[in-house]
């Protein structure tokens, strides 16, 4: 019952413009203002009735403005971030504290360096599974579907967001390889949905869902902004990973979204005195002037290709890992059992590992991640600083230094452990991203290359008489740029390292990097994100990104919803009325006649109503009465024989003395606050001119009447599939064209009507069914299809079935697993 | 008869799946693919056959590949910029060389400051004028309805390639405060054409329109990333002032091009000397440590509204100096008879105004752009600095050190009449941008406030011990980024100007002026190119950007082409044969019969050709010749009666005794290198057994046969209008689906078909009749169209053939351009 149309919010321009002539649309708009302003709100905000009526005119209505809610959307995303990093910071120098307070004891500084982080995992994985289990991982796979306008379930929703925020702070706090970022593009885009939200119960106005998705992207953007404090870089990765095509007036809103969180991100250290002013996360100091000979290009490029292949094959040993946990059935029911376990066990051998009087002396294992990757970042080159006695107590590198490994060691075997440490520690069920992880290894690689570039040439390369030194801090940055970048294919890695280093001169040796890391990586692997999609088995339109295949060919006649609900050219007040308190969609289709099921095309409900309500309208009444007093000036009518004939003839019940009682549903609820209400209500001489049996009476008669449609506004350039339309050609219109449903027709017939949620049962299906990398069993259900199409076979019926239900769905996913 | 399924083409993703069935794809490959080797290939690239068949097979087939068509797209442009860059530094500096020879004459030296920019504009103006008019201005406009799927004539051929490079070399050259970027970007987009061009000769693939506008806008972010060396920024400017919605795959490549050409851009200097490595092109010194106090993001923030006054006002005076020698008819008329004079009159005027011992020794008139920017981004603060008296002859700040006035009054004289003479300048009829002078004009005023600040500050701020004095040119680069972003309404110029100077640590400063700019610019003003497109009445869908109206509602039925050649079910193989001959479009609809033109889907041309040339072919040929010998051992038959009969009866005329005569033309166009005259030319048997008159009896009789459209892979999922579909929405979907023609449907019937060239003069003429600002005339039209589609008034005929003729058009325009 609230307003369809959108006027109020200015995020309205996703929405088709249904009305071709604006001047129309203001016309319909004053006609439909009126009523908006009483009727009922729906969803979470409704609850929040916390502001008076003029206030609400004069604050709360500009609250729901665009501009305010994009502040809104780079704000609070940016206090998480902060907070949350006060929080990790916190517990991660509790470890250490403890660590350092048991110094004369190896084995209680074991006991301390191991039981906080796997209290703190044992924590993250519980909070998460009881508060919300979908806050689990990065969030990111989902994120991408629902950027393609299919709505994974509960990914939006405020227990994902408590859930992500606490499992995350204890996760990283734990100390384990995890990363922030990803996670907190998911946050971003629950930050998003639920202003999305909050700006539509604001502005009065029913959420469009195409208008959701397009903020949820910006709240992705925002979500990286906040978290490296990276503005542009934080937009490209976002429109990357999350989207197959991108509107551009999206992009200026999600710049400055972005631009606003990664400001507040970097503001509030300044604020609480952590900082003197603005700087960037991991400012570099690399030479300004000649920073690289252009022979280093090519060992930037050699770089880049070790960093895709280890892309690719950090997401094939992730792929393994998820897939093996899910796939061995006994294995995956012990693990859903003792959910904590899994990540305690993978928590008590990291830290294990990690633990620096034991085999962490050789991987700096006492350094947090950030810490890492200051020192990896830095501007020194090891292989002669580490030589040197004088460290300053800040000097992370200092960590690396062994006494009987070298510096190549020690960054070989951190780089090894780390990376498989990484692998793994991902697959934990708390939220977690694997973007800093592979951001880390990269970092690790780098310095090694660095390294071995600047022993190769310790006298640099003269050139034009200036000398140029390899710095090993720049292929470290290089090489975390180059292997985020491979593992979750894009290239905007390149700009965040920009803008988290603060430092752009060495932007051709970096972007090659990324591009021929990327080039490597995309021609072995899908993406972390696309690995994960496919073994979670997540809706997803699938032949967009990958070109391996284009999915079994399941048309719109598959999952088209066929009991249309539509009005015919001769449809009566009644019919009307009948279908507008089915309420199935926003429009509702006319067709010709019932018989031919022409479609002539598409009527939006609240009109439908208002047409409505004006035919019961209370003009129409006393209208009515006059004319009726002018024929007979009394009419000699039995009260009893009445109320007989009117419960006999309607299914409307009698309305008590003010308003129609509690069980009196259909026309109460379709125009509760409309003009029939309201007349019997607000105006007494109703009551003496007409009684309400003479009321009811009148309107079921007024009910027969046939409803004239030239006053209404009919979109007739609704888009329209044909029954044997492809699934993703279909999906491929919805979201491109920004529409919520669509009719079906055949040789202009209406038959059908898909709406986004048939769309998303549809891939969900086909999730279930597709094969994690063969391809026969997509050859084998599309065979199946063609034979479903010839003959009404067993199997089209289960196919039918299959695609009807999702119940049903887990069987013929089984098979496949193994 | 060229290739319609581009297999071999990489570049394929754009085009819509013909087939669902990837399977279905490869069969129909092989079906197609012996033919298509012999077919012959159309356009210019055709004429240069410079290749044998086996160095294509084995070297031109790879040539056409995606990633080489992206290389050639980053390395040409660049090579055409950094020569440019050659010519446009000689002819700047033979002027200051002789300026500098009359060094006794004030005369000589303005007679020679004067003479060869005035030569060299009319030089640059003719030649224009006379290869290419169309190189005339930026490009951008033109680019922009070219990215929007609508081709303006002539904008993307080789002659107005070379006016374009030839024209701005001379104009550049002048020293004129015109820019090279915008044309730049032109010039990216055309070689971008003629690539994809190239590359559907090379792969023997017919060229898609939607896939040269992706690789145009490639083409676009190249042409800005040569220029400037900027490979993200270019990149992100081409999709803002480009593009409404934008391909992520199309991000990619366009990435990667942009990223060679602004490598090799940069690269090819070291290569001749002139630098000793890669350094950005306006490289920055700011300090590193603590850029800037947090205080100072206010004074970026004025100077960000100040800038999009100034960008607004720009924008404001540009367009009422286009539109003034525009709509002055006799002003306007003589413009035309004499070209040159124009640009000769205002270069007089410029250069007199810059001579330096006359007005221009108050703005720095002897630098040249390039050093104007140089000495503006620099690191002393002029206020303090021009007081001392130590320069070195590369410090450019001087020449704005005046004995009377103080560098206050020099800045401020710079910037106004950099302002005006910027705004006169790029009205001229020469190849010049816009972007570069908005820049420019940008910096002074930066630099102004930048100065200003630092007199406010002498002292600078004093926070927790560290002392932040404001760097005025860090203020200068700020203008620059907010002006140019104001004027064309962009906020990627920040990004440009990190890459520009090399610097990103005046990341937020920077950034919120831009964002602040356009906030102040883009509420007063269209976009610089905006209004282009506006007075130069460009057709371009204009809705999507500007929210101010709808346009006029015209709807698809006003435009869609109405005779429609269609197959129906009944359809013979002579009507087949009649239709394909026609050529109107890729593909043929197929309805279900001629009276009810129920459209059940369409077929693919070179698949009709198929069954065609199948249904003729020499097998079933050998087959009927077979059939026939069973049936009778011997035919006696009168050659001459025969002769006879098939004159009468087919318009086919007798073959030669090798394949058909020249004036053959139908069968032979038609079939030119399919089976039959194959058949008739490798297998002398064919001769023995059946001689030509048979075969064309043979084939006459077998014209008579019913298609049999079972074997057709019939495209049941093309997207279908209705005949109400509003232009804007037609324009939508067909762009966004990359559809090059859709059909217009009423009720299920086949009623015409729409294709880009359609949407393309009904934007023309819809660009006639738009008002420049005011919107009566539109609400005018809207009422005559809502009129002409009640009665058949004259209006209604006039509105017809307006959209439905283009000679027509100039008339209505007239009396709005006044």
Redesign the interface.
């Known amino acids: 019952m609230t307003g369809d149309i959108s006027e109020k919010s200015s995020l309205q ?1 996703a929405q ?2 249904m009305y ?4 129309e649309k203001e016309d319909f708009k004053q006609l439909t203002e009126q009523k908006k302003s009483e009727e009922p709100v729906q969803g979470r905000w409704a609850r929040f009735n916390f502001c008076s009526p003029p206030w609400r005119t004069f604050f709360l209505w500009h609250l729901g403005e665009e501009w305010i809610i994009l502040i809104l959307l780079g704000i609070i995303p940016a206090i998480f971030s902060w907070a949350m990093d006060y929080g990790i910071e916190f517990f991660l120098h509790s470890t250490i504290w403890v660590y350092e307070k048991a110094h004369d004891h190896v084995f209680l500084q074991y006991l301390a360096w191991v039981s906080i982080p796997v209290v703190l995992i044992i924590i993250a994985a519980g909070f998460t599974y009881l508060v919300g289990p979908q806050a689990a991982g990065s969030g990111i796979p989902e994120m991408k579907a629902i950027a393609k306008g299919i709505d994974v379930k509960g990914h939006l929703s405020l227990n994902t967001l408590v859930a992500k925020i606490v499992g995350l702070t204890f996760a990283l706090g734990s100390g384990m390889p995890l990363g922030k970022e990803s996670p907190f593009v998911h946050i971003g885009g629950i930050c998003a949905a639920q202003l999305s939200r909050f700006a539509a119960y604001i502005g009065k106005v029913k959420e469009s869902k195409a208008q959701r998705v397009e903020l949820v992207i910006s709240g992705c953007a925002v979500g990286l902004a906040c978290c490296f404090g990276t ?2 870089g934080g937009l ?1 990765y976002s ?2 990973v999350a ?7 999206n ?2 809103k999600a ?2 979204a972005a ?1 606003i969180s ?2 507040v991100f ?2 509030l250290p ?1 604020c609480d005195g952590s900082f ?3 700087t ?1 996360l991991f400012k570099t ?1 690399f030479r ?1 002037e ?5 022979l280093e290009l090519l060992s930037f490029c050699v770089l880049g290709v070790l960093c895709g292949l280890a892309g690719a094959f950090f997401v094939f040993v992730n792929g393994v890992m998820v897939r093996f946990i899910r796939s061995e059935r006994r294995i995956s029911q012990f693990l859903v059992k003792t959910r904590v376990l899994y990540p305690a066990l993978v928590t008590l051998v990291i830290a294990t590992l990690t633990f620096p009087p034991g085999f962490g002396q050789y991987m700096a294992g006492e350094l947090t991640q950030k810490e890492t990757l200051y020192a990896l970042f830095d501007n020194y080159t090891w292989s002669k600083h580490l030589q040197e006695d004088h460290f300053d107590p800040s000097d992370h590198s200092v960590a690396w230094k062994h006494p009987h490994v070298n510096v190549f060691g020690t960054l070989a075997i951190s780089f090894i452990m780390k990376f498989f440490m990484s692998a793994v520690a991902i697959s934990m069920p708390v939220p977690c991203g694997s973007f800093v992880p592979a951001f880390v290894i990269g970092a690790y690689l780098g310095r090694l290359v660095g390294e071995v570039a600047a022993v190769v040439l310790p006298e640099g390369i003269h ?4 000398i ?1 030194t390899p710095v090993p801090g720049s292929y470290a940055v290089a090489g975390a740029a180059a292997m985020s970048g491979a593992a979750t294919h894009t ?1 905007s890695t ?2 965040i390292v ?2 988290l280093t ?4 060495y ?2 040796p970096l ?2 990097s990324v ?1 021929v890391a990327n080039i490597v990586a995309q021609s072995l692997q899908p993406s972390l994100y696309d690995t994960l999609i496919r073994v979670r088995k997540l809706p997803y339109p699938a ?1 967009l990104t990958w ?1 391996h ?2 999915g079994p ?1 399941i ?1 719109v006649e598959d999952f088209m919803v066929k009991d249309v609900k539509y009005i015919t050219l001769n449809s009566t007040f009644k019919d009307l009325h009948k279908i507008l308190f089915s309420r199935q969609f926003k429009c509702l289709p006319l067709v ?1 006649s019932a018989d031919s099921m ?4 598409s009527i939006q409900c609240v009109q439908l109503r208002a047409l409505l309500s004006q035919h019961l309208s209370r003009a129409r009444q006393l209208e009515y009465l006059r004319e009726d007093e002018r024929k007979h000036s009394s009419i000699p009518t039995s009260e009893d024989e009445n109320e007989k004939d009117i419960q006999e003839v309607s299914p409307l019940k009698r309305p008590t003395a003010r308003g129609f009682q509690d069980s009196d549903i259909t026309l109460k609820t379709l125009l509760c606050s409309h003009s029939i209400v309201e007349g019997l209500e607000d105006d007494p001489d109703m009551e003496d001119t007409m009684t309400k049996k003479e009321i009811l009476e009148w309107e079921e008669l007024q009910l027969e009447d046939k409803v004239n449609f030239n006053d209404c506004k009919i979109d ?11 699934l ?2 279909a999906h ?2 919805l979201t ?2 920004s529409l919520d449903e669509a009719y079906v ?5 209406l038959i059908g009507v898909v709406s986004r949620s048939e769309l998303r049962k549809a891939f969900e299906t086909l999730a279930k069914v597709r094969a994690p990398v063969t391809h026969p069993p997509m050859e084998t259900l ?1 065979e199946t299809r063609t034979r479903c199409r010839n003959t009404d076979t067993p199997e089209a019926t289960e196919l039918h079935s299959l695609l009807g239900s999702e119940s049903s769905l887990d069987q013929p996913a089984e098979p496949e697993e193994k």
Request: proline share 5%; aromatic share 16%.
């Open positions: 321009c088709p413009l071709t002539d604006e001047r503005p542009a490209l429109i990357e989207s197959t095509f991108f509107l551009v007036r992009y200026w710049f400055f631009t990664a400001f970097r503001f300044v003197a002013t603005i960037p100091w300004q000649h920073p690289y000979e252009l050139n034009n008489g200036t140029f290239v390149a700009l920009f803008e603060g430092q752009i001169n932007i051709f972007i090659f591009i032949e070109g295949h284009n060919s048309q010709k022409i479609l002539l095309g007739p350039a609704s888009i329209q599939l044909l029954e044997r339309t492809s993703q050609k491929k219109i491109m064209m027709t055949s040789a202009g017939k599309r």
